[in-house]
C-alpha cells in the first residue's frame, strides 16, 4: 500500500492538538485512511446527479471532467404561448412552452471553458461551442475577484446578489424547456479546468493547500476532488497510483534518495540483553484478500461515462473489492491501475519486521529500506522506539506491472451534429384536397444544414404581425438550375428536364414508378408549377436531375410556360410544411417571414410572397372549342372537379361542393363583352362578337366559385 501521514494534515486543519493527534495515528494511516474501512471518498455518482441542496460540495476539477454540478441560482418558469398544428383535418392549438434561467456551480476551482453539454443525457452544446436548443450562456471562471452576474444582479438587485467569488458558474438565461417537458432537465457539462493533463505532483499540492510534495511524475488526464476531507479528496490519487509519502517538516513529501541498505549486523537488536530474531515475515491468510478487483472510471471514448475494468487475482480470496476512482482514464490505464492495485493488496499481506540498533531511530513511516544483500525494496509502515530499540514494520514497497491490453466497450452517445442557418420558403400552391379552401392558404417551409431543431417564425401581413408559430420538421427544399422548358399537362413528360440543388445536402430525393406516380408520389412545387418526377438521378453533393415528370398538377397548367433560372423547389410533405389560413381580404397583399433559428444571426433569414388565394380557385375550364351557327357564335367547354383528379373512362366526374357558373369573356378590336352561364357552352349573338369576318377574336372561360374564380382557359381565333 501507499504510504502517508497525517500529521501535516491534522496541524494545518486542527493546530497543535490536531497535530499531535495527527503524529499518534499517522503510523496506521493505511488502514485508517488509505486501506480497506468505513472511509466514505468520493463516488462518481457523485458527479453524475446535479443538486441543488444547501450545503453541497462543489468538486475541486482538475484537467477535464465530466461533471452535474449543483444548481445555486435559479429563476420562476417563465410561460410563452405558441400555435401549433394547422391545416386540413389538424386544428390550430396553442401550445404553452416554458423557459427559466439559471446558474449551476461547476467547480471550486477556476476552470478555464465549457466544451459539451449534456441535458438529460441529450447533447445540447457541441464540441464546436452551438447550442442544439435555444439559451443564453456564458461561463463564470470561478476567480476570487469576479463580479456579480448581471442577470442575477437585474433580478435580484446588487444589495441581494452574490458573485459566487471562488465558484465557475455556468449561466443559462431564458433556456427554453420544451424539449425536457417544461422543467429544467439534469445538467451534465464537460469541463474542467485545465487545457491538458494535470501533473499528479502538482494536483496533490493545490487539493492539500500546499501539504503534499510529490515528486510522482505521473499525469491524469482529469479529476474531481471531492469528499469530507482532505484525505478523502486525495486517498484514491495516492492509493491507485502507489505514490509514497512521508512527513518531512510538517509536510508530506515522496521519499528521496536510495532506500536505506540495512546491514546483517544491525539485524536482530534486542534490549537488555535477549535476542531477537533478524527478521520476523508473517503472511495474511488468502482468505483475507480480495479475489477480485473492479475499478470504475470515466471513459472519455464514451463520453465520460462510466466505464469498468476488473482484475482478477487466480490467488484464492473471498471478497470482491469495488473501487470508485473520480478520474478519467483510457480503457489501457484503468486496465493497469487495477492490475496494480489488486496486485499491492496481495503484497501487503506479506509483512516484515525487523529490530535495529538505536542508530536506526531517525526512520518514519514512507521510509524505503533494503536488506543488505536483496535487491527487494520493502517501505516502512509502522516505526517504534523502545528501550534503546527501534522496530520497523514493512510491507513490500509500490510496484507497477506491464500494462494489459483492454476494451472500453462501444460507446453509446448522440452525434454532435451541427445546426445551420434557416433557409425559408413561402409557396402557395391549388387546394391539395378534394375540395377549394374558404380562406387563402399559403405554407411555410424551412430547411437547413445540419441537425434541425424546431424554428420560430415571425409573419406578418404588410406591416400587421400574425400570430407566433414554429417549424417543428425539415422540409425538402431547393432551387433549380437552368429553367424548366415548356410542356403539356396531359401527357407524360419524357423529354423535359430540370437539375435541381437541395439545400441541406444530407437530404435525399428518389424515384418513383408509374403506380405511384398515380397515387401522388414525388409532388414538388417549382416556380407555381406543381409537378410530379418519377426519375430523381443524384448528381452528388445534394443535386438531383428530375426527370419523366407529369406536369401541370392540379390545376397549375398555366405556369408550365413561365419558368426561370434558380427559382424555388419544395417538395409537398404535410408533415413539414407549416400552413397559414389567411383572410380572403389579403389576396394581393404581400407575405413575409423571418426565421429565428438556434444559428440564426441578423440579418434574419427571411422570404416575401404576394398572395394570389390560389387554394381557393376553382379549377379552369377544359376542352374550349367555338363552332359558327347562323345565330352567333358558340362556345363549349367542359368543366373539372377537385374530387375527380383520376381519368376514367364512361365515368363522368364527380362534382365540385358549389353550383357551376363560368364567365365567358371575348375579346376583339371592337372591344371586350363578358357573359355568365350556369352551364358548360353559350351562344354569342353576332351582334356582341366584338370582331368582324377575317379579324382575331380571344375567347376565354373562368370558373366562377364561391370565394375566387379560376385563372383563365384562353382560345384564340380568326372570324
Same mark, same amino acid.
Given at each position: 500500500m501507499a504510504t502517508l501521514v497525517l500529521t501535516a494534515v491534522g496541524t494545518a486543519l486542527g493546530g497543535p492538538l490536531g497535530g499531535a493527534l495527527g503524529s499518534l495515528v499517522g503510523q496506521t494511516i493505511d488502514q485508517q485512511l488509505l486501506g480497506p474501512g468505513p472511509r466514505k471518498g468520493p463516488r462518481l455518482g457523485d458527479l453524475s446527479v446535479q443538486t441543488s441542496s444547501y450545503g453541497s460540495q462543489i468538486p475541486r476539477l482538475y484537467g477535464t471532467m465530466r461533471v452535474a454540478g449543483t444548481v445555486v441560482w435559479a429563476t420562476d418558469l417563465k410561460e410563452e404561448e405558441a400555435i401549433e398544428g394547422g391545416g386540413k383535418g389538424s386544428p390550430e392549438a396553442i401550445a404553452y412552452r416554458y423557459s427559466a434561467s439559471l446558474a449551476v456551480a461547476l467547480s471550486s476551482r477556476p476552470i478555464i471553458r465549457v466544451k459539451r453539454i449534456w441535458a438529460d443525457g441529450k447533447l445540447i452544446r457541441g464540441a464546436a461551442g452551438d447550442f442544439k436548443v435555444r439559451t443564453d450562456f456564458r461561463l463564470v471562471a470561478g476567480d476570487e475577484d469576479q463580479p456579480v452576474d448581471p442577470l442575477i444582479a437585474s433580478i435580484e438587485t446588487i444589495d441581494q446578489s452574490t458573485a459566487f467569488r471562488g465558484l465557475a458558474l455556468a449561466i443559462f438565461e431564458n433556456f427554453e424547456l420544451a424539449e425536457f417537458g417544461n422543467r429544467i432537465p439534469l445538467?451534465?457539462?464537460?469541463?474542467?479546468?485545465?487545457?491538458?493533463?494535470?501533473?499528479?505532483?502538482?494536483?496533490?499540492?493545490?487539493?492539500?493547500?500546499?501539504?503534499?510534495?510529490?515528486?510522482?511524475?505521473?499525469?491524469?488526464?482529469?479529476?474531481?476532488?471531492?469528499?469530507?476531507?482532505?484525505?478523502?479528496?486525495?486517498?484514491?490519487?495516492?492509493?491507485?497510483?502507489?505514490?509514497?509519502?512521508?512527513?518531512?517538516?510538517?509536510?508530506?513529501?515522496?521519499?528521496?534518495?536510495?532506500?536505506?541498505?540495512?546491514?546483517?549486523?544491525?539485524?536482530?537488536?534486542?534490549?537488555?540483553?535477549?535476542?531477537?530474531?533478524?527478521?520476523?515475515?508473517?503472511?495474511?491468510?488468502?482468505?483475507?484478500? $480480495?479475489?477480485? %478487483?473492479?475499478?470504475?472510471?470515466?471513459?472519455?471514448? &464514451?463520453? #465520460?461515462? @462510466? +466505464?469498468?475494468?476488473?482484475? =482478477?487475482?487466480?490467488?484464492?480470496?473471498?471478497?470482491?473489492?469495488?473501487?470508485?476512482?473520480?478520474?478519467?482514464?483510457?480503457?489501457?490505464?484503468?486496465?493497469?491501475?487495477a492490475e496494480n492495485a489488486l496486485s499491492r493488496r496481495w503484497a501487503s499481506g506479506d509483512q516484515l519486521t525487523i529490530s535495529l540498533p538505536p542508530a536506526r531511530i531517525g526512520m518514519k513511516p514512507g521510509d524505503r529500506l533494503r536488506l543488505s544483500g536483496s535487491t527487494f525494496i520493502w517501505?516502512?509502515?509502522?516505526?517504534?522506539?523502545?528501550?534503546?530499540?527501534?522496530?520497523?514494520?514493512?510491507?513490500?514497497?509500490?510496484?507497477?506491472?506491464?500494462?494489459?491490453?483492454?476494451?472500453?466497450?462501444?460507446?453509446?452517445?448522440?452525434?454532435?451534429?451541427?445546426?445551420?442557418?434557416?433557409?425559408?420558403?413561402?409557396?402557395? $400552391?391549388?387546394? %391539395?384536397?378534394?375540395?377549394?379552401?374558404?380562406?387563402? &392558404?399559403? #405554407?411555410? @417551409? +424551412?430547411?437547413?444544414?445540419? =441537425?434541425?431543431?424546431?424554428?420560430?417564425?415571425?409573419?406578418?401581413?404588410?406591416?400587421?404581425?400574425?400570430?407566433?408559430?414554429?417549424?417543428?420538421?425539415?422540409?425538402?427544399?431547393?432551387?433549380?438550375?437552368?429553367?424548366?422548358?415548356?410542356?403539356?399537362?396531359?401527357?407524360?413528360?419524357?423529354?423535359?428536364?430540370?437539375?435541381?440543388?437541395?439545400?441541406?445536402?444530407?437530404?435525399?430525393?428518389?424515384?418513383?414508378?408509374?403506380?405511384?406516380?398515380?397515387?401522388?408520389?414525388?409532388?414538388?412545387?417549382?416556380?407555381?408549377?406543381?409537378?410530379?418526377?418519377?426519375?430523381?438521378?443524384?448528381?452528388?453533393?445534394?443535386?438531383?436531375?428530375?426527370s419523366r415528370l407529369l406536369r401541370g398538377r392540379r390545376g397549375t397548367e398555366w405556369s408550365c410556360d413561365h419558368h426561370g433560372s434558380g427559382e424555388a423547389f419544395c417538395l409537398i410533405d404535410p408533415a413539414t410544411l407549416r400552413p397559414i389560413d389567411l383572410a380572403r381580404s389579403s389576396a394581393d397583399a404581400v407575405i413575409g417571414a423571418v426565421a429565428h433559428g438556434l444559428s440564426d444571426a441578423s440579418p434574419w433569414p427571411s422570404a416575401q410572397r404576394l398572395l394570389s388565394g390560389e387554394a381557393m380557385r376553382p379549377l379552369s375550364p377544359c376542352h374550349v372549342q367555338t363552332r359558327r351557327a347562323e345565330a352567333g357564335l358558340?362556345?363549349?367547354?367542359?368543366?373539372?372537379?377537385?374530387?375527380?383528379?383520376?381519368?376514367?373512362?364512361?365515368?363522368?366526374?364527380?362534382?365540385?361542393?358549389?353550383?357551376?357558373?363560368?364567365?365567358?369573356?371575348?375579346?376583339?378590336?371592337?372591344?371586350?363583352?363578358?357573359?355568365?352561364?350556369?352551364?358548360?357552352?353559350?351562344?354569342?349573338?353576332?351582334?356582341?362578337?366584338?370582331?368582324?369576318?377575317?379579324?382575331?377574336?380571344?375567347?376565354?372561360?373562368?370558373?366562377?366559385?364561391?370565394?375566387?374564380?379560376?385563372?383563365?382557359?384562353?382560345?384564340?381565333?380568326i372570324i
Open positions: 445538467l451534465t457539462f464537460e469541463v474542467e479546468a485545465d487545457a491538458g493533463e494535470v501533473p499528479l505532483a502538482y494536483l496533490l499540492a493545490d487539493a492539500s493547500a500546499g501539504l503534499i510534495e510529490a515528486s510522482d511524475d505521473q499525469a491524469v488526464a482529469g479529476y474531481a476532488a471531492h469528499g469530507r476531507s482532505i484525505a478523502d479528496a486525495i486517498a484514491p490519487l495516492v492509493d491507485l497510483n502507489g505514490i509514497e509519502l512521508r512527513e518531512e517538516m510538517g509536510k508530506l513529501r515522496s521519499p528521496s534518495g536510495s532506500p536505506a541498505e540495512i546491514a546483517g549486523d544491525e539485524l536482530g537488536c534486542g534490549t537488555e540483553g535477549k535476542s531477537v530474531p533478524p527478521t520476523q515475515r508473517a503472511r495474511a491468510s488468502s482468505a483475507d484478500m $480480495p479475489t477480485s %478487483l473492479a475499478l470504475t472510471y470515466y471513459d472519455p471514448t &464514451r463520453d #465520460y461515462q @462510466a +466505464g469498468q475494468m476488473r482484475a =482478477a487475482s487466480g490467488a484464492g480470496g473471498v471478497r470482491d473489492e469495488r473501487i470508485e476512482y473520480p478520474a478519467v482514464l483510457e480503457a489501457e490505464g484503468a486496465k493497469l491501475l517501505a516502512a509502515r509502522r516505526v517504534t522506539v523502545e528501550a534503546m530499540r527501534t522496530t520497523v514494520e514493512a510491507e513490500p514497497a509500490p510496484r507497477v506491472t506491464v500494462g494489459l491490453p483492454a476494451d472500453p466497450g462501444r460507446p453509446v452517445s448522440e452525434a454532435d451534429a451541427t445546426i445551420g442557418p434557416t433557409e425559408l420558403r413561402l409557396i402557395e $400552391p391549388p387546394a %391539395l384536397g378534394d375540395d377549394i379552401e374558404a380562406a387563402i &392558404r399559403v #405554407y411555410i @417551409a +424551412g430547411s437547413n444544414v445540419g =441537425a434541425w431543431k424546431a424554428v420560430p417564425v415571425e409573419t406578418r401581413i404588410g406591416a400587421e404581425p400574425l400570430a407566433p408559430l414554429s417549424l417543428p420538421r425539415k422540409a425538402v427544399i431547393g432551387r433549380a438550375g437552368a429553367a424548366l422548358d415548356g410542356g403539356s399537362a396531359l401527357l407524360l413528360d419524357l423529354k423535359g428536364e430540370v437539375a435541381i440543388q437541395l439545400s441541406d445536402p444530407a437530404q435525399r430525393l428518389r424515384n418513383a414508378d408509374d403506380q405511384a406516380l398515380m397515387s401522388g408520389a414525388n409532388l414538388a412545387m417549382l416556380g407555381d408549377e406543381l409537378i410530379q418526377f418519377g426519375r430523381a438521378d443524384d448528381l452528388g453533393g445534394g443535386a438531383y436531375r428530375l358558340h362556345v363549349a367547354w367542359t368543366r373539372r372537379s377537385h374530387r375527380g383528379w383520376a381519368w376514367l373512362d364512361t365515368v363522368e366526374v364527380a362534382p365540385d361542393g358549389f353550383a357551376e357558373l363560368y364567365r365567358l369573356t371575348i375579346r376583339g378590336p371592337a372591344g371586350t363583352r363578358s357573359f355568365e352561364t350556369g352551364s358548360g357552352s353559350m351562344l354569342i349573338a353576332w351582334a356582341n362578337v366584338p370582331a368582324a369576318a377575317g379579324q382575331v377574336l380571344g375567347v376565354s372561360v373562368v370558373r366562377v366559385g364561391p370565394f375566387a374564380a379560376s385563372r383563365e382557359t384562353v382560345l384564340t381565333l
